[in-house]
């Protein structure tokens, strides 16, 4: 196929080839061709037949022309069918539900035509549900005032206010609304869509490795590096680079920490200091498994010498056994480069940068300024900048370029918009209450010991590999693995399996506590069985949105929601059970009556309504989606949804060595090394 640009221009689609500038008129754009203008100037492939257009198609969607007959739900059904779980699956605690191919809109289609809160619709319901909320496992749900004051808190209890257990009201909208976005064919919900995540990868073989290489090194050139280096330093709100003209690299004793020449100068890990040293050419070392090129300095001093430079000597962290060489800058010339404010505040948001590493920080505390080390795009602009040489880069595509556009579009009015509302445009018509505890309940035996949790230190969504769709599943060559700079979408949304953990040893952490105490807690959990009362209350919803609502809260049979923190440890399984009560807010006439929790006939009516309603929601999504089937439930992705919640896969064998994170080991042992790939939640019950 053919790469171009496509534009929509008055009420006409061309394409402008990319490489040979000529532009190729499509279609009208009518009702018949209703070609969305989100894809306004974005890129696309085509196919031309007599010269003529025949098919579109931008991010793996063909938007215009004849679109092969297999659906995402029907290849996706395929691959679970013809696949299965080997040597080369990844395990994990969690797992994601696919993406929907399309996205149901809400029948009101425009934000102005949804009926307005408190102004009551004759032709709509209101009316709350309650919520009989029981744990199935222990459940864990931070205090806020843990979050607020966390120098002067200690985070141990469950959310504990005005002297009472609760489920927070928010918590369960949380949980409520990503389920509704997800069996309605929502759009997907993400906070950070802008976000460009950061990574290293030195001495990586896959795909991710080979661009980094690309970036960093000339392999052509003996890996020659290609980053340049410099001083940070800061002017008022800004920063700024000055640059240097040369990098060089000297040895060390990595046990000694010794330079290996005189004088036998020892820096400690990411320590830098002024030094004078004699500069030496750019030559290839052969001594090396690989012959490198770098310039070797032998011979340095800590005070002024006839032609000796002044410069910096910096040391990055250790690398195993294997580091045994530092770099030294020269003193930066009269060049000054300015970062842009994007890239230092993505800079400051990379969670998984060390703080020693961190430039900014040590700024901090030398305001002199710092060496540190820079790589610029084919414009000349500076992409990225760290400590060391080999730092870490961000990728150049954000996460919104792995959501089909479909599924982001701003213009795109779905059912959980529609129900929950926006900041933008509506308020919603929901209010979650918190949830309390049952009367039956006594507050003194349903809190379990305090403890400290096993470390919560598994994958992030850096972790490429199990978040990005990989082209050939669980069996995909590492070095044809997709990654944050590729064409790939991302898996779906993100779920965790249950566990039958029941008592606080099989979630504690048994460990060297004060070894690691930076990085644990403590926590008091609420024991299984412990009963919840709540509310949901709605206004002027319509019998699809109210369906849509109670499908999301009563799930079948032995199927659980997951709520509260340490989820990856088997915590925050419960069981919700809705009852319905509408609101007759206009006396006898109204077609609806109030259904009182004390009168069996209005409860029966109350069963009867709730299936109906939630029957009517699904017809509505089996109709739009296009799908023949009995249940939603059976819709393939929406198979992968009812398999995260089955308690009963609680019982399988091997079930928690099945669901657990990877592991690093101590001596040596790595299980993330081979880039394993996560199989969908059907391919990992079989």
């Known amino acids: 196929m053919e790469m171009g640009v496509l534009t929509i221009k008055n009420k006409e689609v061309w394409i402008k080839h990319i490489l040979k500038g000529e532009s190729f008129f499509v279609t009208h754009n009518n009702n018949n061709n209703n070609i969305q203008i989100a894809y306004n100037n974005k890129p696309c492939k085509f196919e031309m037949e007599n010269g003529k257009v025949i098919k579109v198609e931008i991010n793996g969607k063909v938007i215009y022309g004849k679109e092969e007959k297999k659906t995402k739900d029907k290849q996706l059904e395929k691959k679970v069918q013809n696949s299965h779980i080997d040597e080369f699956a990844a395990k994990a605690p969690y797992n994601f539900i696919p993406l929907n191919d399309k996205v149901v809109e809400s029948e009101y289609r425009k934000w102005e035509k949804i009926p307005g809160f408190k102004n009551y619709d004759d032709d709509k319901l209101t009316g709350y549900i309650n919520l009989k909320i029981e744990t ?38 949380g949980l409520t609304r990503t389920m509704v976005e997800i069996l309605s064919f929502g759009k997907f ?30 392999e052509n050139d003996g890996c020659y590096p290609k980053i340049k280096a410099g001083i940070l330093v800061k002017k008022g709100m800004y920063y700024y680079i000055k640059v240097s003209n040369s990098i060089y690299r000297i040895n060390y004793d990595i046990k000694s920490r010794n330079l290996i020449v005189e004088p036998k100068i020892s820096l400690r890990n990411f320590e830098f200091r002024t030094i004078y040293f004699k500069p030496e050419i750019p030559v290839l070392h052969k001594q090396h498994q690989v012959p490198l090129k770098y310039a070797l300095i032998t011979k340095v001093s800590t005070n002024p010498k006839p032609e000796y430079k002044k410069g910096y000597i910096v040391s990055s962290g250790d690398f195993g056994k294997k580091k045994h060489m530092h770099w030294i800058i020269d003193e930066p010339g009269i060049l000054e480069r300015e970062l842009n404010e994007k890239l230092i505040d993505e800079y400051i948001n990379d969670e998984s940068r060390d703080e020693k590493t961190d430039l900014l920080k040590m700024l901090e505390k030398n305001k002199s300024g710092v060496p540190c080390f820079f790589v610029e795009d084919e414009s000349g602009n500076i992409l990225a900048f760290g400590h060391t040489g080999m730092f870490r880069l961000p990728y150049s595509k954000s996460i ?123 926590i008091t959990s609420i024991k299984s069985g412990t009963k919840f009362n709540g509310r949901i209350r709605f206004e002027n919803l319509s019998e699809i949105e109210l369906g849509a609502l109670l499908f999301a809260l009563e799930l079948p049979k032995n ?90 896969n609680t019982k399988k064998t091997d079930w928690k060595e099945k669901t657990r994170y990877f592991k690093i080991g101590s001596k040596g042992e790595n299980e993330f090394k081979d880039r394993k790939v996560l199989p969908l939640p059907d391919e990992l019950i079989k």
């Open 559 to 648: 199927h659980y929601h997951k709520i509260g923190m340490a989820k990856p440890l088997g915590l925050g399984s419960i069981e919700i059970t809705p009852e319905l009560v509408l609101t007759d807010r206009n006396g006898e006439n109204n077609r609806y009556k109030k259904l009182f929790d004390d009168d069996s006939w209005h409860l029966a009516e109350n069963s009867s309504k709730t299936q109906e309603f939630k029957g009517k929601f699904e017809e509505h999504i089996k109709k739009e989606t296009e799908n023949n089937v009995d249940t939603i439930w059976n819709i393939p992705r929406l198979k992968q949804l009812k398999i995260m919640l089955d308690w009963n």
């Open 189 to 218: 919900g993400f906070t950070e869509e802008e976000r460009r995540f950061y990574f290293r990868a030195v001495g990586d073989t896959s795909s991710r490795g080979i661009y980094y290489k690309k970036i960093m090194i000339d």
């Open 400 to 522: 919104k370029d792995h959501i089909p556009v479909d599924l982001t579009e701003e213009n795109t009015l779905d059912i959980t918009a529609a129900i929950f509302g926006d900041e933008k445009h509506h308020a919603g018509r929901v209010y979650f209450e918190d949830a309390f505890l049952s009367k039956e309940m006594k507050k003194e035996s349903i809190s379990m010991n305090e403890i400290t949790p096993q470390i919560l230190s598994g994958p992030k969504p850096t972790t490429f590999q199990q978040y990005l769709e990989q082209v050939d599943g669980i069996k995909t060559d590492t070095k044809k693995l997709k990654h944050w700079n590729d064409e790939a979408n991302i898996r779906g949304n993100k779920m965790y399996w249950h566990k039958n953990v029941q008592t606080e040893k099989e979630f504690e952490f048994e460990g060297d506590k004060e070894k690691f105490k930076k990085v644990t807690t403590k």
């Open 136 to 173: 199935k496992t222990p459940v864990y749900i931070r205090d806020m005032k843990e979050i607020n004051d966390k120098e002067d808190y200690q985070p141990t209890s469950f959310f504990f206010k005005d002297n009472e257990f609760r489920i927070p009201g928010s918590s369960l909208r």
